[in-house]
């Protein structure tokens, strides 16, 4: 039976996030107190890289580490130098006789800690992209099926209530580059009925995704295998949309991915909109918890990080497309829509 998102609620789903993510915000304050971190900023405020430098660690994880814990309300910043709270100096510092920390003795043994520890010590994050798991081969495989689900789960409620904005409005065919599950194009194309809509993704994952449209009964939708740095694009699409896919590269790949939708735009429909789905970091960088979090996963995992919409609006110009504009919210994302220029 074809599963129909119009009728389902979507309330508000912060704190189901912030659950999610709980057991990685222990973990970053085990690993900085095992760091040394904490212990460190006792006695020397600094910066992070200052801070990185004296005690040998990354200073790209270290950073991802001191924001999170800044969110947490552990560390504060001031310009760009760290300082612990009162809080934090008597009871998580080692050196401190009223030290807690063996409070948390189970969380120095969860394998979040044991990561983020691993990426602190390492001189350089090991080369790895997202998708290395499945991006040979066809047909089902294990690692793309489960990725597919998790992020399905990630996405839904969001790209349903962004749907339901009818920010999409307009758009005659969508390509959704690196759509996995299809979520987002099932919910647009229930919402925006002369809209088509087409999945870019590696083989494997657009085999998880045509089992996807099939359950949900999706029409109008279609699937392109293909490497989206490399191969080439579905011709005719008016609209491009990146959701949660930007935060998962380093910078350089990011930049390619943004000049090659503006490279597309001009040799397919000049009048297109780029759509950019991600949860975004504040201004200062150290919020919300949970986008800190996420941060710290994709800076640590795949070199990539996630943004401040002004990171975007700078990337985006640089790329040849306006400033964007926020075309709806839920939860911690937002939708951005940008044109070319």
């Given at each position: 039976?074809?599963?129909?998102?119009?009728?389902?609620?979507?309330?508000?789903?912060?704190?189901?996030?912030?659950?999610?993510?709980?057991?990685?915000?222990?973990?970053?304050?085990?690993?900085?107190?095992?760091?040394?971190?904490i212990e460190s900023l006792a006695t020397h405020p600094t910066t992070a890289e200052e801070l990185s430098h004296r005690l040998g660690l990354n200073p790209h994880s270290t950073e991802s580490v001191l924001r999170?814990?800044?969110?947490?309300?552990?560390?504060?910043?001031?310009?760009?130098?760290?300082?612990?709270?009162?809080?934090?100096?008597?009871?998580?510092?080692?050196?401190?006789?009223?030290?807690?920390?063996?409070?948390?003795?189970?969380?120095?043994?969860?394998?979040?800690?044991?990561?983020?520890?691993?990426?602190?010590?390492?001189?350089?994050?090991?080369?790895?992209?997202?998708?290395?798991?499945?991006?040979?081969?066809?047909?089902?495989?294990?690692?793309?099926?489960?990725?597919?689900?998790?992020?399905?789960?990630?996405?839904?409620?969001?790209?349903?209530?962004?749907?339901?904005?009818?920010?999409?409005?307009?758009?005659?065919?969508?390509?959704?580059?690196?759509?996995?599950?299809?979520?987002?194009?099932?919910?647009?194309?229930?919402?925006?009925?002369?809209?088509?809509?087409?999945?870019?993704?590696?083989?494997?994952?657009?085999?998880?995704?045509?089992?996807?449209?099939?359950?949900?009964?999706?029409?109008?939708?279609?699937?392109?295998?293909?490497?989206?740095?490399?191969?080439?694009?579905?011709?005719?699409?008016?609209?491009?949309?990146?959701?949660?896919?930007?935060?998962?590269?380093?910078?350089?790949?990011?930049?390619?991915?943004?000049?090659?939708?503006?490279?597309?735009?001009?040799?397919?429909?000049?009048?297109?909109?780029?759509?950019?789905?991600?949860?975004?970091?504040?201004?200062?960088?150290?919020?919300?918890?949970?986008?800190?979090?996420?941060?710290?996963?994709m800076q640590m995992g795949f070199g990539g990080s996630q943004f401040t919409k002004e990171d975007l609006t700078r990337l985006l110009r640089e790329a040849g497309f306006s400033k964007p504009t926020t075309a709806?919210?839920?939860?911690?994302?937002?939708?951005?829509?940008?044109?070319?220029?």
């Open positions: 039976m074809a599963v129909s998102f119009k009728g389902l609620l979507t309330p508000d789903d912060r704190v189901i996030d912030d659950l999610w993510q709980t057991i990685w915000a222990t973990a970053a304050v085990a690993a900085a107190i095992r760091a040394g971190i999170v814990l800044v969110a947490l309300g552990y560390v504060k910043q001031r310009t760009r130098r760290f300082y612990l709270t009162n809080v934090t100096k008597i009871y998580l510092n080692p050196k401190s006789e009223l030290y807690r920390g063996y409070q948390l003795w189970e969380h120095f043994e969860t394998d979040q800690f044991k990561f983020i520890v691993n990426r602190l010590k390492r001189k350089r994050i090991p080369k790895q992209t997202f998708g290395d798991a499945w991006k040979s081969g066809i047909g089902e495989n294990t690692q793309a099926k489960a990725v597919a689900r998790g992020m399905d789960a990630v996405i839904k409620a969001s790209a349903i209530s962004m749907s339901r904005s009818r920010a999409f409005s307009g758009i005659k065919k969508l390509l959704d580059v690196g759509g996995g599950s299809g979520t987002y194009v099932s919910a647009i194309t229930e919402w925006e009925k002369s809209l088509e809509a087409v999945v870019l993704d590696l083989p494997s994952m657009c085999h998880q995704t045509k089992k996807f449209f099939r359950k949900r009964g999706s029409q109008r939708v279609s699937t392109h295998d293909a490497d989206f740095f490399v191969d080439d694009w579905p011709s005719d699409c008016d609209g491009i949309l990146f959701s949660n896919v930007l935060h998962d590269w380093p910078l350089k790949d990011v930049k390619k991915l943004l000049h090659r939708a503006r490279t597309y735009i001009n040799s397919n429909a000049r009048d297109s909109s780029l759509f950019i789905h991600e949860a975004l970091l504040d201004k200062s960088r150290n919020g919300p918890l949970m986008v800190t979090i996420f941060h710290l996963q709806a919210k839920f939860g911690y994302y937002s939708l951005l829509k940008a044109k070319p220029i």
